[in-house]
Nanobody, 122 residues
Framework: VQLQASGGGLVQPGGSLRLSCAAS????????VGWFRQAPGKEREGVSC????????YYTDSVKGRFTISRDNDKNTWYLQMNSLKPEDTAVYYC????????????????WGQGTLVTVSS
């Protein structure tokens, strides 16, 4: 399976971006999909995940209320809507997929996208 992340860019604080991750070579019907990020000089961290059982989303505390994860299984694509962006959201964002219904630990994801850079700066 190949994952293609897109949608990153430069945005001012308080602005919005929507990231997309398109999967080819697999279907999402029974997969959990997620987003991670890695800021300069920091370790990669989980941002959000959505499972395939009931579509329940999970978010790291720092993005709750600002980011929304969603999925479109018909398009084999999932999204991360990012609102009220802050400079500390600056990072390379990675999408990932686990061919199992529930959101896993980071090490259990099966495939990763190449990353898309989000820069929040005035």
């Amino acid at each position: 399976v190949q994952l293609q992340a897109s949608g990153g860019g430069l945005v001012q604080p308080g602005g919005s971006l929507r990231l997309s991750c398109a999967a080819s070579g697999a279907t999402l019907d029974t997969a959990a999909v997620g987003w991670f990020r890695q800021a300069p000089g920091k370790e990669r961290e989980g941002v959000s995940c959505i499972n395939s059982v009931d579509g329940k989303p999970y978010y790291t505390d720092s993005v709750k209320g600002r980011f929304t994860i969603s999925r479109d299984n018909d398009k084999n694509t999932w999204y991360l809507q990012m609102n009220s962006l802050k400079p500390e959201d600056t990072a390379v964002y990675y999408c990932a997929i686990r061919f199992w219904e529930l959101c896993p630990e980071e090490a259990e994801y099966d495939s990763w996208g190449q990353g898309t850079l989000v820069t929040v700066s005035s």
